[in-house]
């Protein structure tokens, strides 16, 4: 078996405004909350955007309750980490879609945070684990991508430029969680950060298997192994991405 190539450090001083995009809350807080707990403390602008509202995500919560309770835990953990933005979307949990309407969506809400690093997860068919990703990640994964192109063009949902959102290009975007990382976001110090972010979902956690790794448990699985592929004796905790310039 062939090395793995090194990783690059993400150059943080590239950018001082971030988005998120991922379909339903805790998907940020599987990592990548440690990486946005960094950015804000060092006084980046980081907002959220949720294409779902995780409403069919317990399966002994009805979706018409779930909904604005998984949201209200989404905001809480969010806070955790000094993000005061969140939004979602009108899509329904479980059964996104890749298309042209959610391509819009998404180039809606980069045009109105004009971010310059967009973040999301992978699209691909597994996580960097080997484990299956979820159908709705995969959607909005792909659709992320496309949509940094899209908001940047004028003569695509020029409807959005007829609504006020003119064209805005981002430098870059992250995807994180997938099989290829190219660059890593040095999180030491911030695994606790990440933790609290994610005990804040606790009507989900509630809900998960007995078996199911706690938050601490988990994250310092994920964030520690990040590191082990970094293989620097500094690096403690990592969030690993693969970066695309745009």
């Known amino acids: 078996m062939s090395p793995q190539p090194a990783l690059a450090a993400l150059d943080e001083t590239t950018f001082d405004s971030v988005l998120c995009v991922v379909a339903h809350p805790d998907d940020i807080e599987y990592g ?4 946005v707990a960094k950015w804000t403390t060092a006084g980046k602008r980081v907002s959220y955007f949720l294409l779902t509202r995780g409403e069919a995500g317990i399966d002994t919560m009805d979706p018409v309750d779930a909904a604005p309770a998984r949201a209200d835990e989404e905001r809480a953990s969010a806070s955790v980490v ?3 933005t969140v939004e979602f979307g009108d899509h329904s949990d479980g059964v996104v879609e890749y298309g042209v309407p959610l391509r819009r969506d998404i180039a809606a809400a980069i045009r109105r945070h004009q971010p310059d690093l967009v973040v999301t997860l992978t699209h691909a068919e597994t996580f960097s684990a080997g484990n299956l990703n979820q159908a709705d990640h995969r959607a909005v994964g792909l659709a992320t991508l496309d949509a940094t192109a899209d908001a940047g063009n004028r003569w695509i949902f020029p409807e959005l430029v007829a609504d006020g959102l003119e064209p805005w290009k981002v430098q870059a975007v992250a995807v994180a969680a997938g ?7 040095d999180v030491t110090g911030h695994l606790d950060d990440a933790v609290e972010s994610l005990e804040e979902h ?6 998960l298997p007995d078996d199911f790794p706690k938050p601490a448990e988990l994250l310092g699985n994920i964030l520690g192994g990040g590191a082990e592929r970094v293989g620097d004796s500094a690096v403690t905790h990592a969030v690993l991405v693969e970066l695309f310039a745009r």
């Open 32 to 35: 990548i909350a440690a990486a």
């Open 179 to 185: 099989p290829n990382p190219t660059h890593f976001v």
């Open 202 to 207: 606790r009507l989900y956690n509630a809900a």
């Open 82 to 84: 000094g993000v005061d």
